[in-house]
């Protein structure tokens, strides 16, 4: 009999199939992008909002659905499915309420209706979702619970599955992602916060970007005049490959391993080693406009104005959990980094550059904490129980980032450095002038202790699979379109095609690369109003 660890992941979802006697992980699979139209959690809940929590679902339970068919075996032999996510997406999966999740105004979700919305475990029969997509007749689904509904089963991962909620020192914790979820503890209490860091901290947004899967780069170190390229196995090892000439791309030393593009933490590395090595001199300015890591594997400036968004973003959240809590820099022992960048990235490059605090005076480095979670409760379902007690203990206090004056003071100084350039003791100036406490010198000789080598530690004897393609086509009848090209030119994915089929025009998107509801370039570009990306329909090839 089997089971399956599901991790709902912002940028693309993580699975594992499971032989419920041996305890063994036998197989992994991965998407590449997330199925729902979109870069982040928000867009996928604008989207969910503005065209109907239905699509939404089915889109995710048809992804999910290929994932399992990719492990092959029985559906009537598996028994147990475990999923963890963030509130968004376990609620999406479920098809439950999320408008809560959308509006945080009190008397706004009055008037909706949706207030004291509850998330708590779940265990029920996978018939009451799956039915009409995947017969799994003897499979029960376990949800755990969210511990607020800001703060869901991915958040309470990421203290649980590391040393976080045992700490007794003042100790910070990050799951690096689309949305980074961080949690503060400082004695029993614990404060949450998230970034919505954008997707180029996991490589997407990014000209050669990708998620963590093989043959990304996921390292760069300098040898020289030249820069030493570490790229992800078929194993989502990370081995050391090519050595290259970063300003010509000439190579200098060959590899069996070919890069197929970068994720978040080869694009951290590279800009990091480029500051540290003179390459750059003023942010974001590259010489000649970019950097070479492999053939048609280019970094450019407008790539190190997206990652520095993305980090500027994080490190102002997290400036911001010490200021309001009232903990002094240098009062932090503990840093805790979970995810695909906790897992790849070099810790003293991202001190470098702010994405793990340069004052804390211990980093320790886990993988996939989601999945981790997830695998756990498929093992044991009693399991579940335990993790409800934790989730009730867990007194937190959640921080709204886009609420906090101090967290708008913090990013337009983080802005400021990483789109123009603004030197360190100007940003210091800038804080001084708003009250808040200067950047604190660098802790020399931080304990750095990395518990995993690669984002999932066990992928299992038969290997990863990454799902390509999930063939998930949006439809939206046109019928005032004059088939001009404009939204398919315009499109900044090559995700959208209008098409005349049986005597009616139609536009197609697909699902899985359109940027969704925070582009809406094509409906921009229209000339005669003929699509407008609410009333459509799903299908799948």
């Known amino acids: 009999m089997y089971g399956i660890a599901i991790d709902l992941g912002t940028s693309g979802f993580r699975a594992q199939l499971i ?78 309420e999320l408008r809560d999740l959308a509006y945080a105004g009190k008397n706004k979700q009055k008037k909706l209706g949706v207030e004291n919305v509850v998330r708590d475990a779940r265990v029920f029969n996978a018939s009451e979702i799956f039915e009409g997509v995947i017969s799994l007749p003897n499979c029960e689904i376990i949800v755990p619970p969210a511990i607020k509904h800001e703060i869901g089963a991915d958040a309470l991962a990421m203290m649980i599955e590391t040393d976080f909620y045992e700490q007794e020192k003042p100790s910070l914790v990050t799951d690096y992602g ?79 391993l070919i890069a197929k593009g970068i994720t978040g933490t080869g694009v951290i590395a590279a800009i990091s080693v480029a500051l540290d090595t003179g390459v750059i001199t003023k942010l974001p300015n590259l010489p000649n406009g970019k950097v070479i890591l492999a053939d048609g594997v280019e970094i450019y400036d407008r790539d190190i104005e997206e990652a520095g968004k993305a980090i500027g973003a994080i490190r102002a959240a997290h400036l911001t959990l010490l200021v309001e809590a009232g903990l002094a820099y240098d009062d932090l022992d503990y840093m805790y980094m979970a995810g695909a960048t906790g897992a790849y990235i070099d810790a003293e490059k991202a001190r470098i550059l702010g994405s793990c605090p340069n004052f804390s005076k211990s980093i320790v480095q886990f993988g996939n904490t989601s999945i981790s979670l997830a695998r756990e409760l498929v093992f044991d379902g009693g399991r579940l129980e335990e993790v409800k007690e934790v989730a009730n203990r867990i007194k937190a206090d959640h921080l709204m980032m886009a609420e906090s004056k101090t967290f708008s003071n913090f990013y337009v100084c983080e802005l400021s450095y990483w789109t123009q350039g603004m030197p360190i003791e100007t940003y210091n100036q800038m804080l001084e002038m708003y009250g808040l406490p200067r950047l604190p010198e660098p802790y020399n000789d931080p304990v750095i202790e990395k518990r995993v080598i690669k984002d999932i530690d066990e992928v299992g004897k038969e290997g990863l699979e990454v799902v390509r393609n999930l063939g998930i086509v949006i ?42 509801t925070s582009c809406h370039r094509c409906i921009a570009i229209c000339p005669v109003d003929a699509i407008h990306y609410i009333d459509i329909d799903i299908k799948t090839t």
């Open 19 to 96: 032989d419920l006697d041996t305890k063994d992980v036998l197989k992994t699979a991965i998407t590449m992008r997330h199925p729902l139209p979109g870069g982040n959690v928000m867009d996928h809940l604008d989207f969910s909002i503005q065209v109907g929590p239905e699509i939404s679902h089915e889109i995710m339970m048809d992804t999910v659905k290929k994932i399992i068919e990719r492990f092959d075996v029985d559906p009537a032999d598996i028994q147990r499915i475990a999923i963890c996510g963030n509130p968004i997406q376990l609620s999406i999966f479920q098809n439950i």
């Open 475 to 516: 439809e939206e009848e046109a019928p005032d379109c004059i088939l001009c090209r404009k939204c398919e030119k315009e499109c900044p994915e090559d995700a959208i095609i209008a098409l005349e089929e049986n005597g009616k025009k139609y536009v197609h998107y697909d699902s899985e690369k359109c940027l969704g």
């Open 178 to 256: 689309t949305n980074a979820e961080m949690a503060l503890k400082i004695g029993d209490k614990i404060i949450t916060g998230s970034a919505a860091a954008g997707p180029a901290i996991e490589g997407q947004g990014i000209s050669c970007g990708m998620l963590a899967s093989p043959g990304a780069i996921s390292d760069v170190n300098p040898e020289g005049d030249y820069w030493r390229i570490t790229i992800l196995d078929e194993d989502m090892s990370p081995r050391k490959a090519h050595l290259i000439d970063p300003a010509t791309g000439d190579i200098k030393e060959a590899s069996d």
